[in-house]
């Protein structure tokens, strides 16, 4: 579907509705360019598209199919940008990625959302800065790209309170496993940075001037995005490099109290292993044996298992084997 079709002239919206038939040739002066917002869109509404400013087959095909890596391409004298916003389902403990794509010509830009970014509030946001939309359609690539980018930081937010809740879980004194969350977070930290890192490419091209549809004028702009991109790749390095860290001190962990348990175990066996003894040899009922006839030679023999065991449990304790 068709969320907007919009018309600025020298940075100021033109007054009006406008019908796509009628985009291309609504801009025909300076400083005049047409914002197309589509959400989903069928084939044939990309067709109308296409036939109406007459874009590149392959951009057209991409915007189709969808499902593609951050980048950005030249296709004939349109760019195509391709990124993905991130959102963090706090109940599953996942990200989750959509997918937006912007085609950049001399005098339109066309945004194609696949989930459910906001770009409503970029158009808002872009509207009170006329001085920037008067450089062109490539400051709406900056504007949705800036809104992109700030909405990876509460991903990362979430992900640091959970990353920070499985550390202290590792290293608490009670005895659960949590190796399984580990992973999965790790394979969600990744997902993230699958989604942010790859952008780094395109933004230092566009920082260089690779692209001369982005104006010299707004490129520190571009800087300032790429900066924050930078960050949250950097973050999410960290959040590998500590989830990995964990997960082996987890594993530590885990050994460690299997051979706790298999000292407790053994240094109870050896306790038990002293009556075990006495009774078994006493328990052989053979007719000469030493205190049979004796009237304390019963109590002797519990005193005797009572003592060693008492000796060997004192034993064990100081060694820290209980």
């Known amino acids: 579907m068709i969320d907007d079709i919009a018309v600025y002239e020298n940075g100021v919206r033109r007054p009006g509705e406008l019908k796509l038939d009628d985009a ?26 296409r036939r109406e400013f007459g874009l590149h087959e392959l951009a057209v095909e991409d915007a ?10 030249v296709y004939g004298d349109s760019l195509f940008v391709v990124f993905k916003p991130a959102f963090y389902d706090d109940e599953r403990e996942a990200v989750e990625t959509g997918e937006v794509q912007l085609l950049i010509g001399d005098r339109f830009v066309i945004t194609v959302r ?4 906001d770009l409503s509030s970029v158009l808002q946001e872009l ?7 008067r450089m062109g359609p490539s400051t709406v690539l900056y504007g949705v790209l800036g809104k992109v980018v700030d909405g990876y930081y509460p991903v990362i937010d979430a992900l640091d309170t959970d990353i920070g809740q499985v550390e202290a879980d590792v290293f608490s004194p009670s005895r659960s496993n949590p190796a399984e969350r580990i992973y999965k977070l790790k394979r969600e930290v990744l997902e993230l940075h699958d989604a942010v890192a790859p952008l780094e490419e395109p933004l230092g091209a566009i920082i260089r001037g690779a692209f001369p549809r982005v104006p010299e004028e707004l490129r520190p702009f571009y800087q300032e995005v790429r900066g924050h991109v930078v960050k949250a790749v950097r973050a999410l390095d960290d959040f590998r490099e500590l989830l990995t860290s964990v997960l082996t001190a987890n594993l530590t962990q885990v050994s460690v109290r299997q051979n706790e348990d298999t000292r407790k175990i053994s240094a109870w066996a050896a306790i038990i292993a002293v009556p075990t003894l006495i009774t ?16 304390f030679g019963y109590p002797l023999a519990l005193a005797a298992m009572g003592v060693a065991c008492a000796l060997l449990y004192r034993a064990f304790k100081r060694a820290g084997w209980l």
């Open 24 to 49: 291309f040739e609504a801009c025909h002066e300076e400083n005049c360019f047409v914002w197309i917002a589509l959400h989903e869109p069928t084939p044939a509404e990309l067709d109308s598209v």
């Open 64 to 73: 189709q199919h969808g499902h593609l890596r951050p980048k950005a391409e």
């Open 114 to 117: 696949r989930d459910e970014t």
């Open 127 to 133: 509207e009170q800065r006329p001085d920037l939309l």
């Open 280 to 295: 078994g040899v006493y328990g052989m009922n053979f007719e000469h044996m030493p205190e049979l006839g004796w009237t």
